[in-house]
Nanobody, 126 residues
Framework: QVQLEESGGGSVEVGGSLSLSCATSGAQHVSDIMAWFRQAPGQHREEREGVASIKSDSSTNYADSVKGRFTISQDNAKNTLYMQMNSLNTEDSAMYYC?????????????????WGKGTRVTVSS
């Protein structure tokens, strides 16, 4: 059973930065794709927004709302996924989840992802 554990969330002011990490354990091989999602207060799980993804070949994909501000990366030797978040604004406040997927997983389809962490909260205040 794959286990994902996020860390690095916190409270920052508008314009600030945070770095999230997601430690992976229990996987028998490197996941085809890893991603970060976020869920704003009041949203249901199915409404989670796909923020960024990274494939095993290191190709990346970002939601338009975070392009140029967020950077996803991974260290396979450490089994850890990262996301550097810069120029944060209040709309970025949410619970952030990392997810592990397969060949068919897509940022636009929450149900297509196999495993999820419990999340880490990011709060951006003005």
């Amino acid at each position: 059973q794959v286990q994902l554990e996020e860390s690095g969330g916190g409270s920052v002011e508008v314009g600030g930065s945070l770095s999230l990490s997601c430690a992976t354990s229990g996987a028998q091989h490197v996941s085809d794709i890893m991603a970060w999602f976020r869920q704003a207060p009041g949203q249901h799980r199915e409404e989670r927004e796909g923020v960024a993804s990274i494939k095993s070949d290191s190709s990346t994909n970002y939601a338009d709302s975070v392009k140029g501000r967020f950077t996803i990366s991974q260290d396979n030797a450490k089994n850890t996924l990262y996301m550097q978040m810069n120029s944060l604004n209040t709309e970025d406040s949410a619970m952030y989840y990392c997810a592990s997927g397969n060949y068919y997983s897509d940022l636009r389809d929450v149900k297509s992802w196999d495993f999820w962490g419990k999340g880490t909260r990011v709060t951006v205040s003005s």
